[in-house]
């Protein structure tokens, strides 16, 4: 009965695997997606090779921290690096923020993004000797090292348009000569005005 217990197929492994990475859209840390990896793998690696437990844990281990040392080591420092963040300023430059954090003299505020750049949505900024106010809408001008340097946008206005005035007006006299030949009648013509007779 202890074998039977200890007898864990591949589709167990599936099945943690995919757990794991289940529970990674809960807990945003990416480690437990890298565990769901290893399992997903060490249940194939067990369902095309008679592989003893305790191999298959030590696989799923040594593929965890494998994956864990990449993400820590190569990948995360590519989508987090605020270093390398002056490099492509370019596309920085021009996307606009709130301000959540007033900046003031010697001391940075924070400003706040819609889409996250660089794996952030609030990073450090100054101005350029303009005041701005929490709750403001600006635009990024410059990076300097970590920092955004931001000014207010400014509102684009409509031009002002001239109208014509189109209102209709109604003229409440009728000339004397349209007022038969210009009215619409329901009756039947008069024959006798015509010249016509019976």
């Given at each position: 009965?202890?074998?039977?217990?200890?007898?864990?197929?591949?589709?167990?492994?599936?099945?943690?695997?995919?757990?794991?990475?289940?529970?990674?859209?809960?807990?945003?840390?990416?480690?437990?997606?890298?565990?769901?990896?290893?399992?997903?793998?060490?249940?194939?690696?067990?369902?095309?090779?008679?592989?003893?437990?305790?191999?298959?844990?030590?696989?799923?281990?040594?593929?965890?921290?494998?994956?864990?040392?990449?993400?820590?080591?190569?990948?995360?420092?590519?989508?987090?690096?605020?270093?390398?963040?002056?490099?492509?300023?370019?596309l920085i430059i021009g996307e606009t923020g709130m301000i959540v954090v007033k900046p003031q003299k010697g001391i940075s505020g924070m400003v706040r993004f819609n889409v996250p750049?660089?794996?952030?949505?609030?990073?450090?900024?100054?101005t350029a000797g303009v005041n701005v106010e929490t709750g403001d809408r600006v635009v990024v001008?410059?990076?300097?090292?970590?920092?955004?340097?931001?000014?207010?946008?400014?509102?684009?206005?409509?031009?002002?348009?001239?109208?014509?005035?189109?209102?209709?007006?109604?003229?409440?006299?009728?000339?004397?000569?349209?007022?038969?030949?210009?009215?619409?009648?329901?009756?039947?013509?008069?024959?006798?005005?015509?010249?016509?007779?019976?």
């Amino acid at each position: 009965m202890i074998e039977t217990i200890w007898m864990i197929e591949p589709w167990h492994w599936l099945v943690l695997g995919f757990s794991l990475m289940i529970a990674e859209i809960f807990i945003p840390t990416f480690a437990s997606l890298w565990f769901g990896a290893a399992a997903v793998i060490v249940a194939a690696l067990a369902w095309l090779l008679p592989i003893p437990l305790l191999f298959q844990v030590l696989i799923w281990l040594t593929l965890s921290v494998l994956f864990m040392f990449a993400w820590v080591k190569y990948i995360k420092p590519l989508s987090m690096s605020r270093k390398k963040m002056g490099q492509s300023s370019d596309l920085i430059i021009g996307e606009t923020g709130m301000i959540v954090v007033k900046p003031q003299k010697g001391i940075s505020g924070m400003v706040r993004f819609n889409v996250p750049i660089w794996g952030a949505d609030e990073w450090p900024c100054r101005t350029a000797g303009v005041n701005v106010e929490t709750g403001d809408r600006v635009v990024v001008i410059k990076v300097v090292g970590d920092e955004m340097v931001v000014a207010p946008t400014q509102r684009l206005q409509a031009p002002k348009t001239i109208r014509p005035n189109i209102t209709p007006t109604i003229n409440s006299q009728v000339p004397a000569k349209q007022s038969k030949a210009g009215r619409l009648s329901l009756h039947k013509p008069d024959l006798k005005e015509s010249g016509t007779s019976k």
